[in-house]
């Protein structure tokens, strides 16, 4: 079965930092692969997605992400982080068939320190 | 957000009553998916459907029901909800397979 792991349930940065939230998975085949954000009371924004092709994906709000299949890593990152990017981010992992089945990682939690 | 309406947004019931979700969305999407949100758990599919009349279990299936007559909406139902089903639930939709998935706001539910 596919899985996500999150390792850290949260992270302080100052403003103007850069970021890197992890996300490791485990998938039998070549996986599509997400994160999406959420703000407080708040639906899910998707941030980016990989489904072939350019392992490094650029996404909105000046996020990237690198898929390392050798490492089944898929690490969000983002140079300079604004006091606005406080959310919680997670990372997803889509199972195909009759449908495309999420499997989320237990989510990041990020603070900004202004 | 992506033309998706979740009704109620918020409930409180108690132990032992049905209710039902309503997932409305106006993009004429043929897939639809109910995931609940609890902490320390992520988001964890409950039920999909992939056609009219066209559904099937998820994860967390156990105690959740859904119908889908129209395309555009895919109601989930407790047949008697219990404190154990308290949750944020949510919504999304896409297209097709190569689209991700687009979440409504939620629905909150407190079973007491």
């Known amino acids: 079965a596919q899985s996500v792991t999150q390792p850290d349930i949260h992270i302080t940065v100052s403003e103007g930092a850069s970021l890197e939230l992890r996300c490791n998975y485990s998938?039998?085949?070549?996986?599509?692969l997400f994160w999406y954000v959420q703000s407080p009371g708040q639906g899910l924004q998707l941030l980016l997605k990989?489904?072939?092709?350019?392992?490094l994906v650029q996404g909105i709000k000046g996020f990237e992400a690198e898929f390392k299949r050798s490492q089944s890593s898929f690490n969000l990152r983002k140079p300079s982080v604004h006091w606005s990017d406080a959310a919680e981010y997670f990372c997803?992992?889509?199972?195909?068939?009759?449908?495309?089945?999420?499997?989320f990682g237990t989510g990041t939690r990020l603070q900004v320190m202004l | 957000d992506a033309g998706i309406t979740q009704s109620p947004r918020h409930k409180v019931t108690e132990t032992g009553t049905p209710v039902t979700l309503r997932c409305h969305q106006t993009?004429?999407?043929?897939?639809m998916y109910w995931y609940r949100q609890d902490p320390g758990h992520g988001l964890r599919l409950i039920h999909y459907s992939y056609g009219v009349k066209d559904t099937d279990k998820g994860e967390v299936s156990d105690g959740y029901s859904v119908s889908r007559s129209k395309t555009e909406d895919f109601l989930l139902t407790l047949e008697s909800a219990t404190s154990s089903q308290t949750s944020v639930y949510f919504c999304?939709?896409?297209?097709?397979?190569?689209?991700?998935?687009?979440f409504g706001d939620g629905t909150r539910l407190s079973i007491l």
């Open positions: 998938y039998g085949a070549t996986p599509y």
């Open positions: 993009e004429n999407h043929r897939y």
């Open positions: 997803a992992v889509g199972d195909t068939g009759t449908a495309s089945k999420l499997t």
């Open positions: 999304a939709i896409h297209r097709d397979l190569n689209q991700p998935q687009h």
């Open positions: 990989y489904f072939s092709g350019d392992t």
